[in-house]
């Protein structure tokens, strides 16, 4: 998560310190979270999705991790497969990710 926050996007820096007060919740298999924070640090975001991250599954199917920013405030990381297959490699491995932002 820091990882795909720490990407230098407007609002990035207060993502960074919602993180340390982050809960999180699981929501699907393919590793998806629900999150919310303690930090009461306003993310300035142009975008819902401010940031993504790309990685290669196991299969070499991409897989998008989608940081969801509501409100200021983190909201969910989607994962999600390009084919809408089952993830095989969770993004919470070490695994190489090109990031993108917005």
């Given at each position: 998560?820091?990882?795909?926050?720490?990407?230098?996007?407007?609002?990035?820096?207060?993502?960074?310190?919602?993180?340390?007060?982050?809960?999180?919740?699981?929501?699907?298999?393919?590793?998806?979270?629900?999150?919310?924070?303690?930090?009461p640090a306003i993310a300035d975001?142009?975008?819902?999705?401010?940031?993504?991250?790309?990685?290669?599954?196991?299969?070499?199917?991409?897989?998008?991790?989608?940081?969801?920013?509501?409100?200021?405030?983190?909201?969910?990381?989607?994962?999600?497969?390009?084919?809408?297959?089952?993830?095989?490699?969770?993004?919470?491995?070490?695994?190489?990710?090109?990031?993108?932002?917005?």
């Amino acid at each position: 998560m820091s990882r795909l926050a720490s990407q230098g996007f407007p609002g990035s820096a207060a993502l960074l310190d919602q993180i340390r007060g982050l809960w999180v919740r699981s929501i699907d298999d393919d590793g998806s979270l629900s999150l919310s924070t303690s930090i009461p640090a306003i993310a300035d975001v142009r975008y819902r999705v401010p940031v993504e991250g790309i990685y290669l599954d196991k299969d070499n199917v991409r897989v998008h991790l989608l940081l969801h920013v509501v409100d200021g405030y983190l909201d969910e990381l989607e994962v999600l497969r390009e084919d809408s297959g089952v993830v095989v490699n969770s993004p919470f491995e070490e695994v190489s990710i090109e990031f993108q932002t917005l």
